[in-house]
């Protein structure tokens, strides 16, 4: 496995420093030499995008990706419709932030089944995929943790997204690989490896998982402070061909309530040492 | 799917009335039809076991396990040791009390790989079992959530509870399906019928899995309160084959807070409607 020596594939998540505003992501990560910057779409609300992917390329940063769209089942037929059009919306403003690629949280109903779930996604993601690539823009399926099977996402294996990515068969869309919601599964590096073969990983997210974990969305932890498999993870998806950013995204209330320049170099100091 | 027309499959789970003693719960669900017991057996604390299987007995009800046994893996083999020998103790107090098997929380060790964890497990069963089977006390692998694999269990899928008994290769082991943990894995219905199969399905849990969750432990839902399927799950367990007691195990301090004669009618009520 590489070494980290330096912070060459380091992006940080702007929802990693909720915090700070875009601009502030942007000076702050530039500043401490963080090269990637991936776009919470929040962020970009009464921004002029075009401005904002100026701002990236000039401190000279590199727009790793946007997060998230998805969301594609619903209750109703108004509904779906309602997401679609949110998804293309998106990809609108990836293709003008200059964001190679969007992540999907797929999203799950819970009034249907995650089967039915699971058939609504497939029919999102198929009705959009040609938008995004003649704009320039891919998408990746990114897995969700079990527990978030509820209601954020009935994608909650890599063996799933390698499943959907087959049927899906386009070379736009390529799959988000993240230890946080995948550490646990004993399959993960088979599926790693196959997703690999298939030249689908198109982004890699790094945290840890804490224990106890307290809360179900906001208690990620920083890598070191939890007990994920992390080092091992990325030697995984390495072996496996992907050479892109090691993408750092944490929500957290308990880092968020921090300076947030002092989080920055903590962050900094731990992708070194244990990313 | 045979509706719940009686009660006659109807367990509960000593946890799920947490409040009560033991004494309180064998008279409490005997007055209201209920059948079947699990014990806690924390609520055996300072209490004769024989005299506590009489009370059972004479109550009309039926012990049908005692929970929990397990937690194998362990940083240092001194604690291993320790480890079994509660088992061991377990398998006493199961036995004196007439719990037909003991369900298993098999553990993982933060500080040590899910791999090495589940090696330890294998190893643990292994070693506790024939003395089990001397007693007439059966064991259940339980496979938890795998929000629960930082210390919990790294036993996480039905699949991996099969390939576990497979290798254990005892007719004295056997696996406790729970939806509470299970009701998201795309592979649930297919390993249902697998253990179905191998005729080791030994007991089957019911709740309900809300949404939102808001405690990783202590927020479990009553069927019919959230989103779990779970008539669908049961069917598959009955068409596997299983013919034993529908079990209810609801960890909820929401519930633990009412009245429990009140609580214990709204099981018995979302068991006739829900589960």
Known sequence: M?????????????ITTKPWSIEESIEQYARAGVKGITIW?????????????????????????????????????GERERAIDDNLALIDEAAEVGAPHIVLVCGAEPTISLAQSRHQI???ISRINSYARDK??????????????DSRSAVNTMEQA???????????????????????DPHLQDEIKRAGAADSIMAFHTCDWKNPTTDFLLDRGLMGEGIAPIMEIRSWVEDAGFKGFIEVEIFSEYHWKKDQKIFLNEVINAYRQFA
Chains 1, 2 share one sequence.
């Open 41 to 77: 779409r929040d962020t970009l609300e009464n921004r002029d995008r075009r401005l904002i992917r100026k701002k990236i390329k000039d401190a000279g940063l590199e727009v790793v990706s946007i997060c998230r769209g998805g969301f594609f089942p619903k209750a109703t037929a």
């Open 122 to 124: 497939m029919e999102g």
């Open 162 to 184: 390698n499943d959907m990515w087959e049927q899906l068969n386009s070379k736009n869309i390529g799959i988000a690989v993240d230890i946080y919601h995948l550490w646990w």
């Open 2 to 14: 590489k070494e980290l020596t330096n912070l060459d594939r380091l992006c940080v998540h702007t």
């Open 136 to 149: 320039g823009v891919k998408l990746a399926i990114e897995p969700l943790h079990p527990m978030y099977a």
